[in-house]
């Protein structure tokens, strides 16, 4: 069979992360199933520029594929916010079933007005407080900390909730920032939070699991426009085939993190009462969950996570 031109994929993390190897996993099953004729070439470690750039690039078509987090779509599409609604997922088993149900389909299908098709999500784990300066028991411990964020007014709302500010940038700028004292903290999960370096500068990971916001894979919806009925679907049994390979990868890849980076001299804490986050935090849903469509579904996520 002839060989098509592989779609290009752009992702800010390096090679060795659980997302760049589950979109190499769809690669793979695109050229096998195709026997040849589709694959994926990603372009990992953000070589291609910010995930806020990357995701413009595949929206005019320039870039076939972008792996990235919900928060830079947020100011795209505002059902996007939903998953990264702080405390929305009592856990892992409820983000799980909400994204791989009827919840989740409406998200990514909510991306094709933006000139975007969603193909999956990815997990991403909880994301928790890591500062320079001290273990964080309580909101009050951030109060003035200035604390980089995605590039999401949701992001900045949660931290503001919080009595703290909140620096919007790009993933690859934190390492620097925290070194040179630019910002004090930042928000991650442990894989991002080692892999970024962060802890040799921000050693103090404080467990507040305040998002549980998904990974997610995109493609431009005029590459997508291309591509025959057949292979619409070829690409999307792909993506789909490639989600039970990445969490196994993350579940195992979490576990490592959180050990090395103990081993490496992180203090991690557990916060006096996870209560006084919620309270404050919880607040800002009224801002950003404002449409039917989005309470709406908020309700159907909520009303999933009985039994989690
Ligand atoms: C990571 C996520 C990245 C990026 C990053 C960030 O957890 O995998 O896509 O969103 O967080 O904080 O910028």
Redesign the pocket.
């Known amino acids: 069979m002839q060989k098509g031109r592989a779609f290009l994929c752009a992702?800010?993390?390096p090679e060795e992360?659980p997302?760049v190897q589950a979109v190499k996993e769809m690669g793979r099953l695109l050229d096998e199933r195709t026997g040849g004729r589709l694959g994926i070439r990603i372009y990992a470690g953000g070589q291609l520029g910010?995930?806020r750039d990357t995701l413009e690039i595949t929206t005019f078509g320039g870039l076939d594929m972008n792996?990235?987090?919900?928060?830079?779509l947020n100011a795209i599409e505002p059902m996007t916010v939903i998953p990264s609604l702080p405390f929305l997922f009592r856990s892992t088993a409820h983000m799980r079933a909400a994204l791989d149900g009827a919840p989740g389909d409406e998200l990514l299908a909510s991306l094709n007005r933006h000139g975007l098709v969603g193909l999956c999500f990815?997990d991403?784990?909880e994301?928790c407080f890591y500062n320079t300066k001290r273990p964080i028991r309580t909101p009050t411990d951030m109060t003035g900390m200035k604390i980089?964020?995605?590039?999401s007014d949701l992001y900045v709302a949660m931290i503001k909730a919080l009595g703290a500010d909140a620096t919007p940038m790009?993933?690859g700028e934190?390492y620097q920032s925290l070194v040179q004292g630019v910002i004090d903290g930042?928000?991650?999960?442990w894989?991002?939070y080692e892999s970024?370096r962060h802890f040799e500068a921000a050693p103090y990971y404080s467990l507040t699991g305040h998002v549980m916001?998904p990974?997610i894979l995109v493609m431009s919806l005029s590459r997508w426009n291309k591509l025959s009925e057949d292979d619409r679907h070829t690409v999307r049994q792909a993506a789909r085939d490639s989600v039970p390979f990445m969490r196994a990868l993350w579940d195992k890849r979490v576990d490592e993190s959180r050990t090395r980076l103990l081993a490496a001299g992180v203090e991690a804490n557990e916060v006096d009462d996870k209560n006084q986050f919620i309270d404050l935090m919880r607040p800002v849903w009224d801002r950003f969950v404002v449409t039917q469509d989005q309470k709406r579904l908020v309700a159907e996520i909520e009303a999933m996570g009985g039994g989690a």
């Not at 792996?67 to 830079?72: Q, T, Y």
């Not at 930042?186 to 999960?189: K, L, M, Q, R, S």
């Open positions: 992702d800010a993390h992360y997302t910010s995930e792996r990235v987090n919900l928060a830079p990815y991403s784990g994301r980089r964020v995605q590039n790009s993933l934190v930042a928000e991650n999960n894989p991002s970024g916001a990974e």
